[in-house]
């Protein structure tokens, strides 16, 4: 098979005008399904490039924050309705450069207009407050004001949801916003721009650079015009957006990743429990933030649930996403999958009984793409490898315990604290399972995967830190407090 010639390149988008790099460099933008199928070209660009971006959005800013909240809200609108008009095009585009089956895409895309329309309508909300002062002839009331520029920093597993939950808060609150999308889904992240553009922004307002993280990421960190960053990624590099942010006093908002458990009690309907760990733990390969990870089994049903468990495994269609009977695609890149079967390999070393999956499936073209069986490991002790360090592929990890108390002990066993779920009747377990959990979103007879646009999200531990994104909480992140006293 031949390497296609005729892919499209696609531009940054810079003060309103799609520009390419100054570099003149472009990175080609592979199909994870097909190894030989190039998506689309995108630029690789430099510092000088960033820098255009940045003074575009510092430039707009000044005119930009003095729009009301209402009228910010009518461009989310009207980008909320050319998203909409090209729903099945980007959605298909994210099939086809990151690998998740296209129902995912168009759910996943489906949420991002939702979330413009939501934050669209914050700009009809409250922002401030009016509070006694003990002088009785003053007024004393808190408004809050944008940061200014913010650098928004996303990851390749949401291309389009994480982008708009940031960058929707962003706008609305009259911030103005540089992005820089992962360089491995550009081409879904211009698509989106291009649907944010149509609705006739103010030239400078949103910006688009894409490039390697070594440039355009760091560059994001360190330059003095950028006000806030947000960023979603590794705990690795979110470390070091933070120690960056904080050393020159930016405001700084990290998501990053997480090793989300299941707990299933003796009680559970196992049935739901099946379904939930596998929908939560393989649905997108695995590459979530909140996928299941650890599955914690109480010891009087860990049989049963196994074997129900193994059953559903061994049924899922691994292939193309773009094919209609396909439940699990590709990993995103070559670099994944390599990290994927490098830690089915250390919870071999280690001890771990592979109960299936654990290598490249076999069939008609699948060797072309990055495809990784599902696979489910038992005798997994919590000092293992794969019980501890975030995997990010469709690896489920089985423990067995005796009692609930010992359940969410080894569930906060880990540095991480974003998502858990428990599955149970029992309410004593429920309320001692949402009391004693180290997470910030905790299901119940749900899996572990997945939040309510209007709800806050984010996690506790080195998931996160500590703030919040989506729902009303962003507001936290994206503005300041301003405190106002007036004297007649």
């Known amino acids: 098979m031949t390497v296609q010639t005729e892919a499209k390149t696609y531009l940054n988008y810079i003060d309103g005008e799609w520009v390419a790099a100054s570099t003149g460099k472009t990175d080609a933008s592979i199909n994870p399904a097909n190894k030989h199928e190039i998506v689309g070209y995108i630029q690789k660009s430099g510092k000088e490039d960033l820098d255009r971006a940045v003074a575009a959005a510092k430039k707009a800013f000044a005119q930009w924050r003095k ?77 809050r004001v944008p940061l200014g520029v913010v650098g928004v920093i996303t990851p390749w597993n949401f291309p389009v949801a994480i982008p708009i939950w940031k960058m929707a808060p962003a706008l609305v609150y009259g911030n103005t916003v540089v992005l820089k999308p992962a360089q491995e889904t550009a081409v879904t992240a211009a698509k989106v721009i291009e649907c944010m553009a149509e609705a006739g922004l103010p030239a400078g307002v949103l910006n688009l650079v894409t490039g390697n993280g070594s440039v355009i990421g760091q560059g994001i960190i360190d330059h003095p015009d950028i006000n806030g960053i947000t960023f979603t990624g590794s705990d690795n590099v979110g470390k070091l957006v933070g120690q960056g942010a904080l050393a020159r006093g930016a405001k700084y908002q990290l998501e990053m990743g997480g090793k989300n458990p299941v707990i299933v009690a003796a009680d559970a309907d196992l049935d739901l429990a099946v379904d939930a760990t596998v929908s939560g733990g393989l649905r997108s390969t695995g590459q979530k933030c909140t996928a299941t990870s650890r599955v914690i089994v109480q010891s009087a049903v860990y049989e049963e649930f196994k074997q129900k468990l193994l059953a559903k495994v061994k049924e899922i269609k691994v292939g193309h996403g773009l094919q209609s009977d396909t439940w699990m695609g590709p990993c995103a890149s070559q670099s994944q999958l390599d990290t994927v079967l490098s830690y089915i390999q250390k919870g071999k070393e280690e001890g771990a009984t592979l109960l299936y999956g654990g290598s490249r499936p076999e069939g008609e073209g699948l060797e072309q793409g990055f495809y990784v069986q599902p696979t489910v490991f038992e005798n997994v002790k919590t000092n293992m490898t794969i019980a501890q360090e975030e995997i990010f592929g469709p690896v489920l990890a089985l423990i067995k315990v005796d009692t609930i108390e010992e359940a969410i002990e080894i569930a906060n066993d880990v540095k991480f604290g974003l998502s858990a779920s428990i599955f149970t009747r029992d309410i004593a377990n429920m309320l001692n399972f949402i009391k004693d959990i180290d997470a910030g979103l905790v299901r119940i007879n749900a899996e572990s995967a997945g939040v309510e646009l209007q709800a806050p999200f984010g996690g506790m531990k080195q998931s996160s830190s500590h703030s919040r994104e989506q729902g009303q909480a962003a507001i936290e992140f994206f503005t300041s407090i301003k405190t106002v006293f007036v004297k007649p």
């Open 67 to 143: 729009l009301s909240g209402p009228a910010r809200g009518e461009y989310l609108y009207k980008m909320a309705n050319a998203l909409e008009r090209r729903l099945d095009e980007v959605a298909e585009t994210m099939t086809r450069e990151m690998g998740k089956t296209f129902p995912e895409a168009k759910g996943e895309t489906a949420r991002g207009i939702a979330i413009l329309r939501y934050y669209a309508g914050e700009g009809m909300r409250k922002n401030g407050d009016v509070i006694p002062s003990t002088d009785a002839e003053a007024l004393m009331f808190t408004t």
